[in-house]
């Protein structure tokens, strides 16, 4: 059976190799803060992070993540303290806040890639995360504050 | 643990409202203020709103749902300020539906307007038992007792008592009638007004918060529902062999399709029953369905749009009639008359639809992102054909609503699965399900038309609007639009001329139609406020100029006078909160003094490079007023850009700066949505979008430079969820036309026709 390791935890899963990391994190390890947006890779609410890289865990596969080590947000920070999660604190980004889990990790991967964002890095790199309610403007706040903070 | 109950608490029932309004200086909008029961209230619990216990911990009840308008957080801290609680110590919990706390249906950006004043008297109301529990435990005069922040205070001997050491006493006291409770001073509000984070953000950036779709029961099962493509059909026949080979499938059900209009009930189809989300996705993809598509199969947006534009060319159900409008075109010099034209749109809130509900015999219990709870409670009692009592419906976190959320189909979906199978199920819509089976915005074509003098002012206004309204989601035969959608930006519309006729055409309708965020303010507030840029330009005055003309002077509408033939219901106001009506009125002046807050901020008339340009819109609705500058670049290429936005609201009284701020800023980007992006159509019935990756939505790309200011003022609260959407839209398309002499008169905006 796969095994994988979810925030420095091995769990063994009995599921189909296929089953997307998402639904392995949420429906059988019962992780709750990566989230279901779209299915298609095309909103970034399951961002996770696969050997350090923000990957959508609705398009990677157990089989994809098996003997790799995933970070969710739970698994971000023991207690909130990530620069990243601590910027959007300070900056009251959430409205609905679903989306969030999503943002942060995404944040959280370019501030260890680009420790400096500007604009145009952060449009790039987020992107592909979607906020129905409309935070971007405090996203973007948030990761130049994170970023000076770090 | 000791059970204290207060009482004689019903004497607060008792006439409470008509005084109440005295003493507050104001009224309460809302009849009593709901009494806590015994067994669910072992501390000092005044009423069903808030509770202290021996700790001093101070629990709040948060009555309406929490889809990111911070209003969890805001009525609470409108209570914890006038109980001079320390938010330190305050715990929210959300309530489940629950008639005792009155109208839980969070829509129509009403809940601060709505429950301001009772959370005031909640709030106070515990204070004074406080205060006098003190009085009588140092025995002194209570008005010598003040509390502050947690504790009662005794200036002249220096003592004081921690809430919690006064709980015991105070629940043994009676609850004052609402016309003894002394309500605080504004100027002495400690949270009322402060930027204030929400209660759920510590656990919204750990991944801790729990939304609907994170409901777990034990021995939950998971379900993925096909639905018929097209609205109204049904299940012919269906074969489940290949969907049950599945790993992990254990069932394949249909749920019966309610008859059209379904209104709140289930669209019926074929669920996949699994042991998760993934494998009931799997084998719904493997299933066989024949349908029977029913008399939706050949709706055509396109040529539905055409029919709709026809019939905006022709007079219709006049709604409002002021002068005489006929002499004014006669008598005009010139007349400027412009189409427009607005999709039908999809909620597309980050959280899909889903629900858990677990059948017990007899009785359901649910769990689900809900706007209405009380709706879910009715509607899963009726296909279950059980009372509403024997319903428990748990309110989570919503994952966004915008409207979409008030309508309880998939709870009603979840409850009559959980019957079928005998055990607790999660249903989760897919996105695709989502987008493809919303409650759409209305489509909506409109005709305008003014008769202008000699002056370039307007003599003359003809305003025809044609949409499905929602009501024929709900009714056969309705193709009229109700009062309240037309008084959406039509026969509310404020501006200074001396003959106005509104009509009204008929839509047959022919998907499921439904709130989403502004509502019919969408496509009126476009046309009305393009009109009014495009009168300007016409006549080539400067455009906020021209809107001032058009405001005219301040006063306050009698829509009657202005010859409005149709039940207007500003907002609810007038149904929900009569006695607040006078409050509420539509006041030309604040509409001016956001459009002038808006513009002094905005570097208007400022000159811009090529292709750029400013454009503006003031809209009044959800009782609050707003007006926007939005600054757009177009490129070569066609595509837009917008650098800054301006917006002013007047909203009366603000409980929380920093949420109205939030609130302004995703309505900008909502609208920017609307404007540039939003586009359901659909083709043999069927929805043409599946997913983020064809129904566009905005992305942190587009996201402007958005400034928000607030006109301070006395007034009552006024909505704030919604009002920021209705007038960016068509800033942003007048800036279009200053940036490239291109009118927007359709949405969304086609970059191809603004290529160099």
Request: with cysteine; glycine share 10%; proline share 6%.
């Amino acid at each position: 059976m796969p095994q994988i390791n979810i925030n420095g935890v091995e769990h063994t899963i009995d599921a189909d190799p296929q089953m997307p990391l998402l639904w392995v994190i949420r429906d059988i390890v019962g992780l709750i803060g990566t989230k279901f947006g779209c299915g298609v890779g095309a909103c970034g609410a399951c961002t996770v992070h696969l050997d350090g890289q923000a990957v959508r865990a609705c398009l990677t596969s157990l089989a994809d993540a098996q003997g790799r080590e995933v970070v969710t947000i739970e698994g971000l920070s023991a207690d909130g303290s990530h620069p990243v999660q601590r910027a959007w604190e300070a900056n009251n980004v959430p409205q609905c806040g679903y989306c969030q889990p999503g943002q942060i990790m995404q944040a959280a991967a370019l501030l260890t890639q680009t420790p400096h964002p500007s604009d145009q890095q952060i449009a790039d790199a987020m992107s592909g995360n979607i906020c129905r309610c409309g935070t971007y403007q405090r996203i973007r706040q948030a990761i130049k504050s994170a970023a000076e903070a770090v | 643990m000791t059970v204290i109950t207060n009482v004689s608490r019903r004497d607060l029932l008792k006439g409470a409202a008509a005084a109440a309004g005295l003493v507050l200086g104001f009224h309460i909008g809302f009849r009593k203020l709901p009494i806590a029961e015994a067994a669910e209230t072992p501390h000092f619990a005044p009423n069903a709103f808030v509770s202290i216990d021996e700790t001093g911990l101070v629990t709040i009840v948060a009555s309406r749902s929490e889809m990111g308008t911070g209003i969890k957080t805001d009525l609470p801290l409108v209570l914890a300020d006038e109980l001079e609680a320390d938010w330190g110590r305050v715990k929210v919990v959300q309530a489940p539906a629950d008639p005792k706390y009155g109208d839980q249906n969070t829509d129509g950006s009403r809940s601060t307007w709505q429950f301001f004043g009772l959370m005031r008297l909640a709030g106070a109301t515990a204070r004074q038992m406080l205060e006098t529990a003190a009085g009588q435990t140092w025995n002194v005069p209570a008005g010598e007792c003040r509390a502050q922040t947690g504790f009662v205070m005794h200036a002249a001997s220096g003592r004081k008592l921690a809430f919690g050491d006064l709980a015991k006493l105070a629940a043994l006291m009676s609850v004052p009638p609402a016309d003894q409770v002394r309500l605080k001073d504004r100027k002495d509000w400690r949270y009322i007004g402060k930027p204030r984070g929400v209660v759920d953000l510590k656990d919204i950036v750990r991944g801790r918060a729990t939304y609907g779709i994170d409901t777990v029961v034990p021995g939950m099962k998971y379900a993925s529902i096909e639905r018929c493509p097209v609205y109204g059909g049904e299940v012919k026949s269906f074969d489940p062999k290949d969907a049950l080979s599945v790993a992990g499938v254990e069932r394949v059900v249909e749920i019966p399709a309610t008859p059209m209009p379904s209104g709140f009930k289930p669209l019926g189809g074929v669920a996949v029953i699994a042991s998760n989300t993934w494998s009931a996705q799997q084998g719904r993809q493997r299933l066989k369905v024949e349908w029977d598509y029913g008399p939706n199969a050949g709706h055509d947006s396109t040529t539905y749009r055409a029919e709709l534009e026809a019939t905006a060319r022709e007079p219709g159900k006049v709604v409002r009639n002021h002068g005489d409008v006929d002499n004014a075109f006669a008598s005009a010099v010139r007349r400027v008359s412009a189409d427009y034209f607005v999709p039908y749109l999809a909620h597309a809130q980050m959280e899909v639809p889903n629900a858990v509900a677990h059948w017990l015999g007899g009785a359901c219990e649910t769990w689900s992102p809900t706007q209405n709870p009380a709706q879910v409670r009715k509607t899963v009692a009726e296909v279950l054909g059980i009372n509403e009592t024997d319903v428990t419906v748990y309110v989570t976190l919503l994952g966004g609503g915008f409207g979409r959320k008030s309508k309880p189909d998939y709870v009603a979906e979840a409850a009559l699965l959980s019957r079928i199978i005998g055990a607790p199920i999660k249903v989760t819509w897919t996105r695709e399900d989502d987008i493809q089976h919303d409650y759409y915005h209305a489509i909506c074509a409109q005709h305008l038309e003014a008769a202008l003098d000699q002056d370039g002012r307007v003599n003359g206004w003809l305003h025809r609007t044609v949409s499905p309204p929602i009501e024929a989601t709900f009714q056969p035969n309705i193709v009229y639009d109700s009062g309240g959608e037309l008084g959406q930006g039509v026969i509310d519309m404020p501006y200074y001329i001396p003959n106005v006729r509104c009509e009204n055409g008929t839509a047959a309708n022919h998907v499921r139609i439904g709130w989403y965020r502004s509502v019919y303010n969408i496509p009126h507030a476009f046309a009305v406020c393009s009109f009014a840029d495009e009168l300007a330009v016409a006549t080539g005055k400067d455009p906020v100029e021209y809107l001032r003309e058009l405001i005219g002077p301040p006063r306050i509408l009698d829509l009657k006078a202005l010859g409005v033939l149709v039940d207007y219901p500003n907002y609810g106001v007038n149904q929900l909160a009569p006695e607040l009506a006078n409050e509420y009125l539509i006041d030309t002046g604040r509409l001016r003094g956001v459009l002038d807050l808006a513009v002094a901020n905005s570097n208007w008339g400022q000159k811009l490079p090529p292709r750029q340009g400013r454009g503006v819109a003031v809209h009044r609705s959800f009782l609050s007023y707003v007006a926007v500058v939005a600054h757009v670049a177009v490129g070569n290429d066609g595509e837009v850009a917008i650098p800054r936005l301006d917006m002013a609201i007047d909203c009366g009284t603000v409980v929380n700066p920093d949420r109205v701020r939030a609130q302004l800023e995703g309505a900008a980007i909502m609208s920017i949505g609307n404007a540039l992006y939003g586009n359901i159509t659909v083709k043999e019935g069927r929805v043409e979008q599946s997913n983020y990756t064809d129904y566009l939505v905005p992305r942190i790309d587009i996201v402007p430079e958005t400034h928000v200011y607030f006109v301070e003022n006395y007034h009552l609260p006024g909505g704030v969820g919604e009002p920021g959407v209705p007038p960016t839209a068509p800033a942003i398309c007048s800036a279009i036309h200053a940036a490239t002499g291109r009118r927007i008169r359709a949405l969304p905006v086609d970059p191809q026709q603004l290529k160099v």
